[in-house]
């Protein structure tokens, strides 16, 4: 079932509104050329909530979305072929012995855990692994900094050498400004998943990047743990939350 944007409306609050997602992103790619971007939102202006980007090897983007409200304001921020409506659990095992630094957000169950996907064809699991280099350099920069849009415009050049794909600035449509701030990353040690029932095939880097928008995961599979911030302009009108 695709889903097509219709949703109410409610007016900015101020000048700017700032809507902030704090969670993770988790992508992968698959043998088969399926490339998998999980977001996993734990405090948001609609309460917690989770959806998946996938694009096909023949370049067919999808969004599965689990209501009206994510299927309108991620498939107008980011570009999809189709919307599917479907409900989504996402299952965290934490690991037998999770370490002191397993993360600073909630729901982070840190190297060794074991999480599970399901959103209606897709079925998928995945292993976190170690720290990335880079993710001991996110630690290090403290909290309220790291939101900033200033940073994310110091790192933008940065984070585009570094991490092919990635970006950390960019514009959401609509004339919406759009910044990522990563505050951890973890590789993804295993991987599995299947859409309707065939395997996609073992893990793989995700590449070539997927096209949803300015933004992409890293090409090296991995979970990252972050804040993104959507800044609307003056009077613009953004969905109704719960």
């Known amino acids: 079932m695709t889903h097509r944007l219709g949703r109410a409306l409610s007016p900015a609050l101020g000048g700017r509104e700032r ?78 012995a999770a370490p002191a630094d397993a993360g600073d957000i909630p729901g982070s169950t840190g190297r060794g855990s074991r999480w599970s996907v399901q959103a209606g064809p897709l079925a998928w699991e ?27 415009r110091m790192s933008d050049p940065i984070a585009r050498v570094v991490m092919r794909g990635v970006r950390t600035l960019g514009t959401a449509g609509g004339g919406r400004t759009e910044w990522y701030s990563a505050t951890d990353l973890h590789r993804i040690a295993e991987s599995s998943a299947s859409w309707d029932g065939t395997d996609l095939g073992v893990l793989a880097d995700v590449l070539p990047s997927p096209s949803f928008g300015f933004g992409s995961t890293p090409s090296t ?3 990252t743990s972050l804040t993104t911030t959507v800044r609307l302009p003056k009077g613009q009108l953004i969905p109704a939350g719960r």
């Open 19 to 96: 809507m902030r997602f704090t969670g993770h992103i988790a992508g992968a790619g698959t043998a088969s050329g399926t490339r998998l971007v999980l977001g996993c939102w734990v405090r948001t202006p609609h309460g917690p909530f989770a959806d998946v980007m996938v694009e096909h090897p023949d370049g067919h983007r999808q969004l599965l979305a689990p209501d009206d409200w994510v299927a309108d304001f991620v498939s107008s921020t980011y570009r999809f072929d189709e919307v599917l409506r479907t409900e989504i659990q996402v299952s965290r095992e934490p690991a037998e």
């Open 126 to 152: 995945f292993t976190v692994g170690p720290r990335d280099p880079l993710g001991w350099l996110l630690r290090a920069v403290p909290a309220p900094l790291s939101r900033t849009l200033t940073l994310a």
């Open 221 to 223: 599979p991995g979970v």
